[in-house]
Structure formats: C-alpha cells, structure tokens
C-alpha cells in the first residue's frame, strides 16, 4: 500500500488520508477471504484513491478476495468492479445496476490558488510543524473572504487537516 513513507511516523503526526491507508494495511494484514470497507477513501486524495483501487483489484486478481466498498463517489471504478448495486432508501432494496452508470462521469480538476482579499478567517506569516519532522506551512499567508465557501485542495499527507485542527485552536 505504498506505506514505507510513513512507516517511521508517529501516529498522532500522520494526516487523515494517511491514517485510512494504514487502516486498510491492518485490514489486508488480517488476510481475510471478505474484505467490506465503508467509505475507505474519505480522506485519501484523488491519486493515492486510484492507487489504493488498483491495490485492491490486485488484491481480488491474484488472492481472489471478494470485495465489497461502499462509496458516494462513483469515480475511477469503472475499469475496477465487476458489479454496481444501488441501495434504494425509499423502497429499501438492494438491486445490481448496469456498469455502464459508472462511465462518463464529470472529473472534477483540483483549483489552486490563493485569494487575497479581506475577511475575518486569515493569518499571516504562519507556520506550522507536526512534532520535530515535518513542517507543513512556512510562512505562509490566506485570508478567506467573509460570508463565503472557501474549498482546500491539496494531496494526501499534505496537512490539510492538522491545518483546521491547529486554526481551530486559535478561532474563538
């Protein structure tokens, strides 16, 4: 699963998408003939997801595991499943679908960049570190504009989410 990055790690320092994929390495490691995974790829960006689908078809290919994954989001399993089910909430039914549901999906391309505007959400100069390793921002500055959406996008490890933990600690 592409973990020999991380393995040196402490825990509490990996991201989000980090700590699914590990996860689903202590699930493999149990070698088990079902594997069923709710939503493994939650956290885990656009790239590591397509890597960790291509593990797990390698994984039901070559050790014939039979694999079931519940996910909202449809994309890159067109090449991957052998079958699509739909659970329907107002009938409360489970059917197969047609695999041709998963073709022609919208791709979604990933924004960068960085606004300046004025608003109530900003810090300027900012840096951040995880323990003595990492340094995830180096004085780096954003301002969100005020009554609006602002979308972070960024790879997997990258600190996405020990960014809003450590911006949690400072909003009051």
């Known amino acids: 699963l592409h973990l020999t990055d991380i393995a040196d790690q ?5 991201s989000g998408g980090e700590k699914q994929r590990v996860a ?4 493999l490691a149990m070698d088990s003939d079902i594997i069923l995974l709710d939503e493994p790829f939650a956290s885990v960006d656009p790239t590591a997801r397509l890597a960790l689908l291509a593990d797990l078809k390698k994984l039901q290919v070559e050790q014939h595991k039979t694999i079931i994954i519940s996910d909202h989001d449809l994309s890159g399993y067109e090449k991957l499943v052998d079958y699509l089910y739909a659970l329907d909430t107002k009938t409360g039914t489970l059917s197969q679908q047609p695999l041709t549901k998963l073709d022609n999906l919208p791709v979604i391309t990933p924004f ?18 995880v323990g003595q390793q990492r340094t995830l ?5 954003f301002t969100l504009p005020s009554a609006q959406i602002g979308l972070l996008s960024g790879a997997n490890g990258i600190g996405k989410s020990t960014l809003f933990k450590a911006l949690g600690h400072q909003i009051k």
Request: net charge negative; hydrophobic share 45%; charged share 5%.
């Open 24 to 27: 689903l390495a202590v699930v």
């Open 112 to 129: 960068y960049g960085v606004p300046h505007p004025t608003g109530h959400l900003s810090f300027n100069q900012l840096t951040l570190t």
């Open 137 to 141: 921002l180096a004085e780096s500055s």
């Open 10 to 14: 402490e825990l509490l320092t990996l």
